[in-house]
């Protein structure tokens, strides 16, 4: 693995964690004599001393009191930072090593080229149930063609325009983890269903069915909890991450690193007082606005 490293000029530079690791502060004064990247970490060698930085979340990074956002770095991308143009690093992660697909388990559910392990949504679970054979492959079809038309891929985005239907995996999951970046507009309103099951919520806290309330609770919920501990929302523009662990039917999320969801059971919707299947698809919910999505990673979990 590898980096490229371009340093203009010294200057002194803080690394702070974001700030649910605020514990972790990384403090590196004088001259940059190399950037070591290992997986999902990064070793700084300044002046002699070593410094080592997790880049498997974002990364705050502050100086002279400016401050910017270094993106957790994914296989061939690079990421830039500068200050007031005095020093400029840009890392780049070797596409042949990423860890992504490595020791940590996780697998690309999308492949930043093409919908390839995607297909259009055809309906709800007691929807599909009801079709025959012959009907389901006609509307999976109909739902292809659709999703092709409405899902595009823009510089390794995923970009739906805000008409057609949700997009879904074509393989189903048990137990798992998912990390996924998510962006919307102005009055976005999206989530990520789970097993099939809807849903981990995604929209603008500021729209009025929003009331405020920010992302990543289990919108459908009605005897468990069903919103977020806390707004953790980034400003509507930004890239927002999900890390969404289930086990059984328990959910947990982090949103933008913050705990959001602390082990709480989702409910089956379509079938009330039912448990949540056993198994399903990861969907990305189609509610009629502009969605973008990258970094769509999974671990299958025991």
């Given amino acids: 693995?590898?980096?490229?490293?371009?340093?203009?000029?010294?200057?002194?530079?803080?690394?702070?964690?974001?700030?649910?690791?605020?514990?972790?502060?990384?403090?590196?004064?004088?001259?940059?004599?190399?950037?070591d990247?290992?997986?999902r970490t990064i070793?700084?060698?300044?002046?002699?001393?070593?410094?080592?930085?997790?880049?498997?979340?974002?990364?705050?990074v502050s100086s002279g009191g400016k401050a910017t956002t270094l993106e957790t770095l994914k296989s061939g991308q690079q990421a830039k930072v500068?200050?007031?143009d005095e020093l400029e690093i840009v890392l780049k992660i070797d596409a042949a090593n990423d860890s992504d697909g490595g020791e940590d388990g996780f697998v690309p559910l999308f492949n930043g080229r093409d919908l390839s392990g995607w297909q259009g949504r055809v309906g709800d679970p007691p929807k599909i149930a009801a079709m025959s054979s012959a009907e389901l492959k006609d509307a999976q079809r109909e739902a292809n063609q659709s999703a092709k038309r409405h899902w595009k891929v823009d510089d390794g985005v995923l970009v739906y325009d805000g008409k057609g239907t949700s997009l879904t995996t074509i393989k189903h999951y048990r137990n798992f983890e998912l990390r996924i970046d998510w962006k919307i507009e102005a009055g976005g309103d999206s989530g990520i269903y789970l097993r099939g099951c809807p849903q981990v919520q995604v929209w603008d806290p500021a729209k009025s069915s929003a009331n405020g309330v920010g992302s990543g609770g289990l919108y459908n919920n009605k005897r468990n909890?069903?919103?977020p501990s806390r707004k953790a929302d980034r400003p509507i523009g930004e890239w927002n991450t999900f890390r969404i662990r289930m086990i059984g039917p328990v959910v947990t999320v982090w949103l933008n690193g913050d705990l959001v969801v602390d082990e709480v059971p989702m409910e089956?919707?379509?079938?009330?007082g039912?448990?949540?299947?056993?198994d399903g698809p990861i969907e990305l919910q189609h509610h009629g606005s502009v969605l973008r999505f990258r970094n769509i990673l999974i671990?299958?979990?025991e």
Wanted: with cysteine; hydrophobic share 40%; proline share 5%.
């Fill in 82 to 84: 500068s200050y007031h």
């Fill in 268 to 272: 089956n919707h379509w079938y009330r």
């Fill in 43 to 60: 070793t700084i060698e300044a002046d002699g001393e070593e410094q080592t930085l997790d880049v498997s979340r974002k990364v705050k």
């Fill in 1 to 35: 693995m590898y980096c490229n490293l371009f340093v203009t000029a010294c200057a002194a530079m803080v690394f702070l964690l974001a700030p649910h690791v605020s514990a972790d502060v990384i403090s590196i004064e004088g001259k940059i004599t190399s950037i």
């Fill in 274 to 278: 039912q448990p949540v299947f056993p």
């Fill in 225 to 227: 909890p069903s919103q």
């Fill in 299 to 301: 671990k299958e979990i």
């Fill in 37 to 39: 990247v290992k997986g």
